[in-house]
């Protein structure tokens, strides 16, 4: 038989974690949208969205932007190099992709791509 050690309380360094998880360090995030392929270039390829929107707040940000119709098809990828699932958080995603400027860069397309 083996026992397991009970913790009494939590560790500092995951409590201070646990107490900052889910505030982000600006009330919005700057998205830059870039057209791969065919795609219509945005008249304004810069939006500020706030950090806790999700994913799906994009697409139809880019979807209204883009006039499409519901039968079209956009395809969105952070980095040109993974398409995020429509309800990660926009704050956590810039947290983790922003690039060296602080924006976090959304490629948009018609048609798959990158993969």
């Known amino acids: ?7 009494t309380a939590q560790p500092p360094d995951v409590a201070s974690a646990l ?6 360090p600006s009330d ?3 998205v830059k949208f870039k057209a791969v392929g065919n795609a219509p270039l945005l008249a304004r390829g810069v939006a500020k969205i706030s950090s806790t929107q999700t994913f799906h707040t994009v697409i139809w940000y880019l979807r209204k932007r883009l006039k ?6 956009v395809f969105c990828y952070v980095n040109d190099s993974f ?6 958080i926009l ?9 060296s400027s602080g ?3 959304i490629s948009y397309a018609m048609n798959p791509a990158f993969g």
């Open 68 to 73: 499409l119709q519901e039968s079209d098809s």
């Open 91 to 99: 704050g956590n995603l810039h947290n983790c992709f922003r690039d």
């Open 1 to 7: 038989m083996s026992a397991s050690a009970i913790l």
């Open 28 to 30: 919005k995030v700057v």
């Open 19 to 24: 107490a900052s998880a889910g505030e982000y």
């Open 103 to 105: 924006q976090l860069v």
């Open 83 to 88: 398409a995020p699932s429509l309800d990660e």
